[in-house]
């Protein structure tokens, strides 16, 4: 059985998620511009309540990242990303994964679409924490996994290439 719906949604996630994951989900994401401490015990619970749904990872580390909790958003993005590959039964590793490329199909699925999107949040994340190497190493492998661009790594890759100018 549903949870029954209260209030219009806010975010629309993936159809697949749970009912109840949900609307913890909606909870916080009205929480968030009000009560963040309120917003990130919401966010935490409906990760505790499915930790295999993706975009419990999804939500708490943009919320992390709009809080600039830029070292607790790269924790969430980073076991999104293992969670997803888990699921995907591919490497974690983006390095393996850009070496192997021709074994895993990234854009076969909302699991591998998933793991392209986080990482290219990772690049992000990093470029604003000022590690611009590292996030131009994540994208010159993103280039490889996503060379038709479908998660838009290159605005990404031009915000990277005007900060190293």
Known sequence: MGVTQLF?????????I??????LLQLAVAASSVDQTKA???FLQAQALDKHCLQTYF????????????????????????ESARQGSFPSDYRRLAIDGEKW????????L???YTLKALAFI??????????????SHLRQLD???LIGASVIMDLAAGVSE
């Open 126 to 139: 990093k470029l604003r924490q000022g590690y611009n190497s590292d996030a131009q190493l994540i994208l």
């Open 18 to 23: 749970p009912d109840a994951v949900d609307y």
């Open 105 to 112: 199909d990234l854009y076969a699925s909302e699991i591998t």
């Open 59 to 82: 939500a708490l580390y943009k919320f992390y990242f709009f809080q600039k909790r830029l070292v607790d958003a790269e924790k969430i993005v980073i076991a999104g990303l293992e």
């Open 40 to 42: 990130e015990n919401l």
């Open 147 to 149: 060379p038709e661009d």
């Open 8 to 16: 219009e949604q806010r975010v629309l996630f993936s159809p697949n």
């Open 114 to 116: 998933f793991y392209l």
